[in-house]
């Protein structure tokens, strides 16, 4: 959002998971997960568990390099506490700092709770013009899918996976994603959390069309982790499955994050789930993998 509203000059220090534009990665970063790198699926899951059950944070934020850099405002969120720092985990670092700075926590729910946070970074930082433009065009290309898809006479049921083990069913925004480019969600929630799923349940939804999206995987990572999940018996006769509408995405560039690139999200959906109507996704966004 940051960068996109032209402020990246001004932005001193990011989290190690911000990797948009490139020129974010230039960035010093002050906030690192305390998972190692290259955990499974299924160990990441059951280490987020314990750590939650324990009352730990997932990140340690570096309050010597809060200290020295000295912003004027933190941009943070409390939507979930898996995903990215909250702001429980600032009070420490916060306490080291000279002067307490101004601090946004961003809770968005739907798409238009995302385009009215882009406002919000807006009046925060007097880009009020650059934002409202920034929202509009979201919205815009939002309703430019819908318009599109709104002649089909069919709304195929959808599933959307953001993990694979064990499943659980992508939330928040993605359900209505999923609405706005033609599709049906037989299971998720739209502006309500994810939530873990039993396999038998994904089964007996009996998906037309099948996105797998883990939260945080890019492209070839999404690819790599369905090759190497442990599907149930069953999987194979899913309608999704057995007309070759099981596809991977770009789950970190175009679903997991709240910021503009969530409108270029549905275009992706709709490419997927209505191809005949909407035009093509990039290649590196959207691969078929059955």
Known sequence: MLFALGLGDSVVG????????????????????RLPKGLSAGEIDRRVNESMARGESLYVVDAPALSELQPDLLITQELCRVCAASPNDLGAALAVLSSVPRTISLNPRTLDDVWNDIRAIGRATERESEAERLAEECRKRVEAV??????ADHRPRTLCLEWLDPPFIAGHWVPEM???????????????PGYRAEWERVLESRPEVIVIMPCGYHLHEVVEEFRSTMLPAGWKELPAARDGRVYAVDATSYFSRSGPRLAAGVEILAAAIQPGLAGAAPADALTRLL
Do not use: M, N, Q
């Open 14 to 33: 990011v989290t190690h998971e911000c990797d948009f534009p490139p020129e974010a990665t230039r960035k010093r970063v002050v906030v690192r997960a």
């Open 146 to 151: 819908e318009k599109a898809v709104a002649r």
């Open 178 to 192: 999923v609405a706005r480019a033609g599709g049906r969600d037989v299971l998720g929630k739209s502006a309500e």
